[in-house]
């Protein structure tokens, strides 16, 4: 079965102070790994798509890395706007074709 | 349209009761898909379309619940006999085409079971 493992559960930064989000998967086969962000009240945004290790996205002050066994989401100076829950989900090459979401990570970053 | 719209977007209703949750996808969107997202949880997934055939409903709790989308456009998820534990959110999404990644999710339908 197809695990999708995020933490923290939550993360409160400081406007300017960069961290990571961290993404550890489990599934049969990867066809890709997706980053998607989600506000109070809405639905998931899609951010990033990444299909092999090694591979890196960028947008903006986030950058999307991906390795065999995890995927990091890199924030560089996030401002108050960033504040969200970022979801990941993982894709399988066969069977299933719907995503599996990990649990979030709440994101707050103050003033 | 010009997103994803969900409705009704809130319903509150009695145990034992049915209910009907409506997914009208983007205007041309091949796939389709239900998950159910409960407080503070990610997404998890029920079932999927495309056009009009059920790829897969293997999310689906147990046989009160359903879905269909007979013309390949609008969806229903009907819940029978609604249980407190159905209590949650639930989204719907759609991509334009089959098996693309980008899902774009609607605002969602809450469903309280009293």
């Known amino acids: 079965e197809d695990q999708v493992t995020q933490s923290p559960e939550a993360l409160r930064l400081q406007e300017g102070e960069s961290s990571s989000l961290n993404c550890s998967y489990t599934v049969s086969g990867l066809r890709g790994l997706f980053w998607y962000r989600q506000d109070p009240g809405k639905g998931p945004e899609f951010l990033f798509t990444?299909?092999?290790a090694g591979e890196e996205k960028e947008k903006e002050r986030l950058k999307a890395t991906l390795t065999k066994k995890e995927s990091f989401l890199h924030i560089t100076a996030p401002k108050p706007e960033d504040s969200a829950t970022y979801l990941c989900a993982v894709k399988r090459a066969t069977g299933r074709r719907a995503l599996t979401f990990g649990s979030g990570t709440r994101l707050q970053v103050q003033p | 349209g010009a997103g994803v719209s969900q409705s009704p977007r809130y319903k509150v209703t009695k145990r034992g009761q049915d209910v009907a949750l409506r997914c009208d996808p983007i205007s041309g969107h091949v796939s389709l898909y239900w998950y159910r997202q409960a407080l503070g949880q990610g997404p998890e997934f029920l079932t999927y379309f495309n056009y009009e055939a059920q790829q897969d409903k293997s999310g689906l709790p147990n046989d009160r619940f359903s879905a269909e989308r007979p013309e390949g456009s609008i969806s229903t998820l009907t819940i029978q006999r609604t249980e407190q534990r159905d209590s949650a959110m639930y989204r719907c999404a759609s991509s334009f085409e089959e098996g693309a990644n980008v899902l774009t999710f609607g605002a969602g339908s809450r469903l309280t079971v009293l």
């Open positions: 990444l299909y092999s």
